[in-house]
């Protein structure tokens, strides 16, 4: 039977870390800004009634809109930025939640909260108010990631939503080995090792070494030992060729190398990626050290090195460097 609306079932989707910003201004003119300013309204301090009034509009998200999922908020921080210029109060909301769908709507409907509340504590001085510039200014979580307004965020919101920062990996060497038969042959794209490169980057690694070489298991044994030799990197890590097809050989390159298996590493790998999908299960991901080095290797899949690297860092790969180098926390 069809139905003109439905709530999307999210029954199925992993509990993950959420985030969003939202924005918005409302211009009181000169005379109700400096009332507003001093905290002299005759109905009182509209700022801290307003912070207030958007706590609880975000809380009541799912109250107004039909088909919004209630949500069991994990923060709301609502703050004010006095506009001296165009007589204006710009309102930022903040909210974050552990969620299978995104909590964007929450954050613009304490944004919207707080500024009606404004309104109503400000139309007695001045009735010729306006609304405007209401935007989501950033959102993370989930498989889309991190999306930031492409007109621009203030810093402290650049830096907010910046991915965590990780001491025990600035300066360190990493290296990077995409195994694939069609991406060597230049059928498609690295993307998985593009974005293996951007994250340890990210986490302020320095990549000393990037290949991408076809799915044979003596050329992957022999390009790992070439990049160690030559680079000594405190990290190695692979994408591709840990499945079950005939072609995943990875594992059975590298484990030979391992002078010292970790197989805590594949495990939590396994255990982690099955918040995403069952068929995490079937990856055979292993890890070890060789030398001095930490060798990880992970799917072949965008979406699995992204969720893989998360489950990585930024605790466990600075943990195992600092212990296979001999260095004190």
Same mark, same amino acid.
């Given at each position: 039977?069809?139905?003109?609306?439905?709530?999307?079932?999210?029954?199925?989707?992993?509990?993950?870390?959420?985030?969003?910003?939202?924005?918005?201004?409302?211009?009181?003119?000169?005379?109700?800004?400096?009332?507003?300013?001093?905290?002299?309204? *005759?109905?009182?301090?509209?700022?801290?009634?307003?912070?207030?009034?958007?706590?609880?509009?975000?809380?009541?998200?799912?109250?107004?809109?039909?088909?919004?999922?209630?949500?069991?908020?994990?923060?709301?921080?609502?703050?004010?930025?006095?506009?001296?210029?165009?007589?204006?109060?710009?309102?930022?909301?903040?909210?974050?939640?552990?969620?299978?769908?995104?909590?964007?709507?929450?954050?613009?409907?304490?944004?919207?909260?707080?500024?009606?509340?404004?309104?109503?504590?400000?139309?007695?001085?001045?009735?010729?108010?306006?609304?405007?510039?209401?935007?989501?200014?950033?959102?993370?979580?989930?498989?889309?990631?991190?999306?930031?307004?492409?007109?621009?965020?203030?810093?402290?919101?650049?830096?907010?939503?910046?991915?965590?920062?990780?001491?025990?990996?600035?300066?360190?060497?990493?290296?990077?080995?995409?195994?694939?038969?069609?991406?060597?042959?230049?059928?498609?794209?690295?993307?998985?090792?593009?974005?293996?490169?951007?994250?340890?980057?990210?986490?302020?690694?320095?990549?000393?070494?990037?290949?991408?070489?076809?799915?044979?298991?003596?050329?992957?044994?022999?390009?790992?030992?070439?990049?160690?030799?030559?680079?000594?990197? #405190?990290?190695?890590?692979?994408?591709?060729?840990?499945?079950?097809?005939?072609?995943?050989?990875?594992?059975?390159?590298?484990?030979?190398?391992?002078?010292?298996?970790?197989?805590?590493?594949?495990?939590?790998?396994?255990? #982690?990626?099955?918040?995403?999908? *069952?068929?995490?299960?079937?990856?055979?991901?292993?890890?070890?050290?060789?030398?001095?080095?930490?060798?990880?290797?992970?799917?072949?899949?965008?979406?699995?090195?992204?969720?893989?690297?998360?489950?990585?860092?930024?605790?466990?790969? *600075?943990?195992?460097?600092?212990?296979?180098?001999?260095?004190?926390?």
């Amino acid at each position: 039977m069809q139905t003109a609306f439905q709530m999307i079932d999210v029954g199925a989707k992993p509990v993950t870390y959420r985030l969003a910003a939202a924005s918005g201004e409302i211009a009181v003119g000169p005379e109700a800004f400096a009332l507003i300013r001093d905290r002299k309204l *005759p109905k009182g301090d509209v700022l801290t009634l307003a912070e207030i009034a958007g706590i609880q509009g975000a809380k009541k998200a799912c109250e107004m809109i039909p088909l919004c999922h209630p949500m069991g908020l994990d923060m709301v921080r609502v703050t004010m930025e006095l506009l001296p210029e165009t007589h204006s109060v710009r309102v930022y909301c903040l909210a974050s939640v552990h969620a299978k769908t995104g909590i964007e709507m929450e954050a613009l409907a304490g944004v919207n909260a707080a500024l009606l509340t404004i309104w109503d504590l400000t139309k007695m001085v001045e009735a010729n108010l306006r609304i405007g510039h209401v935007r989501l200014l950033a959102k993370k979580g989930g498989k889309s990631g991190l999306w930031l307004n492409p007109e621009g965020v203030p810093a402290w919101i650049g830096e907010l939503f910046a991915p965590p920062v990780a001491p025990g990996l600035q300066g360190r060497k990493a290296a990077v080995l995409t195994l694939s038969d069609r991406a060597a042959s230049g059928e498609y794209a690295d993307d998985s090792g593009r974005l293996l490169k951007e994250t340890l980057e990210a986490f302020g690694c320095l990549i000393c070494d990037y290949r991408i070489i076809p799915d044979e298991r003596e050329g992957i044994a022999a390009a790992v030992k070439e990049m160690i030799g030559a680079h000594a990197p #405190d990290v190695l890590v692979t994408t591709g060729g840990t499945g079950v097809s005939g072609r995943d050989v990875t594992p059975e390159a590298l484990t030979p190398l391992f002078d010292k298996p970790i197989p805590g590493v594949g495990e939590l790998l396994r255990l #982690d990626g099955a918040q995403y999908t *069952p068929l995490s299960w079937s990856s055979r991901a292993v890890g070890g050290v060789i030398g001095r080095t930490l060798v990880v290797t992970l799917p072949g899949n965008p979406g699995a090195v992204r969720e893989g690297l998360s489950a990585l860092l930024p605790k466990l790969v *600075p943990h195992l460097i600092r212990i296979i180098r001999g260095e004190k926390a």
